[in-house]
Each structure stands twice: as structure tokens, then as C-alpha cells.
């Protein structure tokens, strides 16, 4: 066996490592196979941030999505998990590193029935976890706004968007 390795780091061959888009997990926490390559790579990048927002949605968690928000500038990061019973889990994590208003709600959709759950407040780490649990459809808002009472049109964030899978 140790000849065969030498041989090979002689003749420069090396066995094919494992990129960021083909690992099935992040530091123990499993990437659906839905996850965008840009999720896969913003998880790569933050393993730590992973860990720790899947820790608080608790065991059995893949994800699903990381988005910066609002942009390349990331004042805050979405994380989105979801379980084998299709029940969502979401956090918005605060990286400006001070006190801002922010809200996290997920929402079903589904024929006139919604029901959200909802975390509102004065954050400096995140917000969340915030949970669907019977399988449906759900939408993500989160907002980060200086204060609770300036509008959403002059919010920090303000993004509205489906939970993945759902289209």
C-alpha cells in the first residue's frame, strides 16, 4: 500500500477532492439536493453561520437556502432549512452588529388558509427560528428597518420570497 501511494504522489497523482457543490454537507449539516449552487458556496464559505442557525432549528434539518441580504453588501443572512416532513424552519441573521428592528415571518399558502409564524423585534444577532410545520407551501418575509415604526419603503430589507421548494 505505501509503494502504491508513493507511486502515485510520484507520477503526481492524486485522488479528486470533493467540491463545495458535490459535498452533501456542511461541518454535519446536510444540503438538500435542492440547494442552489450559490447556497452551497455561501454555505461553504460561512460553515460556522450553518451550523449554528441549523442547531437552533434542531436535528434533522437540511438546508435549503442562504441569501445575503439585500445584496453583496449583506446586512443580514436568510437561512432556510427544511425536514423530511417538508416542515420549514427559517432565521435571519443580523451582520450589521447593532440593534435593528427586524421581522421574520414564514406563511402558509394554501387556498385562503395562512398561518404564520412570526418573530418581531429589536434583534443585534438574528431572528428566529420561525416554523411551518404541516408540509404546505410558505412564504418568507424578512424585513430590517431602523426602527419598528419607519415604513417599509425605507426598510434596510424587505424581501418577500417562496420557500424552496415551493414555487
Do not use: W
Amino acid at each position: 500500500m505505501m509503494v502504491a501511494v508513493a507511486t502515485m504522489a510520484t507520477l503526481g497523482i492524486v485522488a479528486p477532492q470533493a467540491s463545495a457543490t458535490e459535498n452533501p454537507s456542511i461541518t454535519g449539516v446536510a444540503i438538500s439536493p435542492n440547494a442552489s449552487a450559490a447556497t452551497r458556496a455561501l454555505a461553504a464559505a460561512d460553515p460556522k453561520a450553518v451550523q449554528d442557525t441549523a442547531n437552533l432549528c434542531g436535528a434533522g434539518y437540511k438546508l435549503e437556502l442562504v441569501e445575503r441580504l439585500p445584496d453583496a453588501r449583506r446586512f443580514g443572512t436568510l437561512f432556510q432549512y427544511q425536514n423530511s416532513a417538508s416542515n420549514e424552519c427559517a432565521l435571519f441573521d443580523n451582520n450589521l452588529g447593532t440593534s435593528k428592528y427586524m421581522k421574520l415571518s414564514v406563511c402558509e399558502v394554501d387556498d385562503g388558509h395562512r398561518a404564520c409564524s412570526t418573530d418581531a423585534g429589536y434583534f443585534t444577532q438574528y431572528a428566529g427560528p420561525v416554523r411551518v410545520t404541516d408540509g404546505f407551501c410558505a412564504r418568507i418575509t424578512a424585513i430590517m428597518k431602523d426602527s419598528a415604526g419607519a415604513s417599509d419603503s425605507s426598510a434596510l430589507i424587505n424581501r418577500v420570497e417562496p420557500a424552496v421548494p415551493c414555487d
